[in-house]
Nanobody, 129 residues
């Protein structure tokens, strides 16, 4: 099973940017989907952005459209989440997870929070002045 490790979180002021990394322990084949999820204090997990390695289709939650961008670096087995124009409501622990094209699309993975395996440790993002 693919092991994923998140990194890149931190403290940033509103309007700032961060780039999160989700690095896999091995090769990510083109039948995979990788998604970014977050959990804000006192709230349930939310699917932020998901990407399908096979057709490179993507999904973004309405709350992050136009501000966040997900992309793949296959050579590094890494999926990045570029987060711009950050807002205090983006604060939370960010996790990445994997799924397979047999079981989900980028949209369903994010909206149904459907993934294989378990949550990792995540990376904390705090947006505050």
């Amino acid at each position: 099973q693919l092991q994923l490790v998140e990194s890149g979180g931190g403290l940033v002021q509103p309007g700032g940017s961060l780039r999160l990394s989700c690095t896999a322990s091995g090769f990510i084949d083109d039948k995979r989907l990788i998604g970014w999820f977050r959990r804000a204090p006192g709230k349930d997990y939310e699917g932020v952005s998901c990407i399908n390695f096979e057709d490179r289709s993507t999904y973004y939650a309405d709350s992050v459209k136009g501000r966040f961008s997900i992309n793949i670096d296959s050579a590094k087995n890494t999926v990045y989440l570029q987060m711009d124009d950050l807002k205090p409501e983006d604060t939370g622990v960010y996790y990445c997870a994997a799924n397979h094209v047999l079981f989900a699309t980028a949209q369903s993975m994010c909206t149904r929070k459907a993934f294989l395996g378990s949550w990792g440790q995540g990376t904390q993002v705090t947006v505050s002045s």
